[in-house]
């Protein structure tokens, strides 16, 4: 490939990756869309037996993921420090399982790590708090669901890994996720408990991070709505959306009105 097309090439990816442009914002809310499908799958494919079609469809889905992955490793500027994001290697350990059907059974409760993408894209928080006002007011809320939904996501998968060979109590993936709901949410009806010193670890780990996250997240749902400016006087940043003046110091504030 000549020099010119190839840099031709990359800048044009950069811009679609990084870009602010309006079709950069709709390439990356196709690959949000893309990510959304694909975790759909990954918990559908959880409930049924393993059959020779899937193996096509992870092939399929590996090829995209690394088509991807590779795309934005070319255009990265600091190619190391990608490779060293945890995103980053949620994903490879992603394409890994997929690409490798004979360890996937094993390992496929690392699949649900791709939907960490969710949370930590930047350029994704950034394109919804500045074109709708209903994400820039309920952001926290937002988080909090998704990070919420993440945490039930990959623990139900654990769960079901760990525990579908040798407890009778869980024998598909709805098990698992009745199970991690009942848990977090220490409701504890005790008609499904987890086999071995792992299991009782582990429901300890689910009971401290997910009644954690389910606090932070009703917190949020109650809490009344803050808008994040730093007060240039006193450092306060956190003021009602119509504040003129800072409630601590009285210095004059600017709050930007985000959305429409």
């Known amino acids: 490939m000549p020099r010119n097309t190839k840099s031709s090439l990359r800048t044009g990816l950069r811009s679609l990756y990084d870009g602010r442009s309006l079709r950069a914002k709709r390439f990356r809310y196709g690959l949000l869309v893309l990510d959304l499908i694909v975790i759909g799958y990954f918990v559908a494919v959880s409930m049924i037996e393993t059959q020779p079609w899937l193996v096509i469809v992870d092939f399929f889905i590996a090829a995209i993921m690394l088509a991807d992955f590779l795309a934005r490793l070319w255009v990265a500027k600091r190619k190391l420090r990608y490779l060293l994001?945890?995103?980053?290697?949620?994903?490879?350990?992603?394409?890994?399982?997929?690409?490798?059907?004979?360890?996937?059974?094993n390992f496929a409760f690392l699949r649900v790590m791709r939907a960490l993408r969710l949370v930590r894209s930047y350029h994704m928080v950034h394109d919804l708090r500045g074109r709708y006002r209903f994400f820039a007011r309920n952001e926290e809320i937002i988080h909090g669901v998704l990070n919420l939904a993440v945490f039930i996501f990959f623990v139900t998968a654990l769960v079901y890994v760990l525990q579908v060979r040798i407890n009778p109590e869980i024998r598909n993936y709805v098990d698992a996720l009745y199970f991690t709901v009942t848990?977090?949410?220490?409701?504890?009806?005790?008609?499904?408990?987890?086999?071995?010193?792992?299991?009782?670890?582990?429901?300890?780990?689910?009971?401290?991070?997910?009644?954690?996250?389910?606090?932070?997240?009703?917190?949020?749902?109650?809490?009344?709505?803050?808008?994040?400016?730093?007060?240039?006087?006193?450092?306060?940043?956190?003021?009602?959306?119509?504040?003129?003046?800072?409630?601590?110091?009285?210095?004059?504030?600017?709050?930007?009105?985000?959305?429409?």
């Open 183 to 260: 848990t977090l949410t220490t409701t504890g009806f005790g008609d499904i408990t987890l086999a071995g010193s792992t299991g009782r670890l582990l429901s300890v780990i689910i009971m401290i991070f997910g009644v954690a996250l389910f606090l932070r997240l009703v917190q949020a749902i109650f809490r009344t709505h803050k808008e994040d400016h730093r007060c240039s006087n006193c450092g306060l940043s956190r003021h009602d959306p119509d504040a003129i003046h800072c409630k601590h110091c009285g210095e004059m504030l600017e709050i930007e009105a985000r959305g429409t």
């Open 85 to 105: 994001q945890p995103v980053t290697m949620a994903d490879i350990v992603v394409i890994v399982t997929l690409l490798l059907p004979v360890v996937t059974e």
